[in-house]
């Protein structure tokens, strides 16, 4: 089954300062992700029930989280968020699956994403997740340190945090221009391995590309 997005405009969650119709995409490197078992979970950062990761093991170890910011007149969003685990460039790209979802079967332009409801996507290792889902079982109110560490690095209109959990960290970020459904995809290089892995977050046009 062909993706619901062209491999061109994954391509542009890499881009550097590009300009793609009436904004222009800008990389912030915002930190790295501890990734010790290589699971990967990508989900709402403040609606975290039972989080599951990601069918494709990915590597294991610390890995840089790219962010690519859609900068408009007066507005800047969250269009890419972005795991580099090569610099290699990728040539083919594959949609993120959890256990059970066969994206085989899905419809021309469907996909497989996980839901926002408070305007925050994430990354973080499943060893992470289990350790943050016991924490707000624990403690209903934890959001609220999450929120103050998210607003410490917020500019207009976006912010992110990053915050440890066992042997990993949760990377949190704006999830574009707020709740919604939200694919992630790997992209493989041409050895085959796995170059980045990347979230898009629907703020870029489709048929700028």
Not at 72 to 94: C, K, N, S
Not at 158 to 166: E, V
Not at 175 to 189: E, K, L, M, N, Q
Request: charged share 20%.
């Amino acid at each position: 089954m062909s993706l619901p997005v062209s491999a061109e405009y994954l391509g542009l969650s890499l881009a550097r300062d590009k300009a793609v119709g009436d904004l222009t995409l800008r990389h912030k490197r915002v930190t790295e992700l501890r990734l010790p078992t290589g699971k990967l979970v990508a989900t709402d950062a403040f609606v975290f029930t039972e989080p599951q990761p990601f069918e494709l093991p990915l590597p294991s170890g610390v890995f840089p989280v790219i962010l690519a910011v859609a900068h408009f007149t007066d507005d800047q969003r969250v269009a890419f968020a972005g795991i580099r685990f090569r610099d290699t460039p990728p040539v083919a790209w594959d949609m993120l699956t959890l256990d059970g979802q066969d994206s085989s079967k899905l419809e021309e332009g469907h996909i497989f994403g996980y839901g926002v409801d408070s305007g925050t996507g994430c990354f973080i290792d499943a060893s992470a997740a289990r350790v943050l889902d016991r924490k707000m079982a624990e403690d209903p109110e934890f959001y609220q340190v999450m929120m103050t560490e998210m607003e410490r690095t917020y500019v207009h209109t976006w912010s992110w945090l990053d915050m440890p959990f066992g042997n990993g960290n949760l990377v949190a970020f704006s999830s574009g221009v707020g709740d919604g459904a939200y694919a992630t995809y790997a992209g493989f290089d041409t050895d085959g391995e796995i170059a980045v892995v990347v979230t898009d977050f629907s703020v870029v046009p489709l048929e700028t590309t």
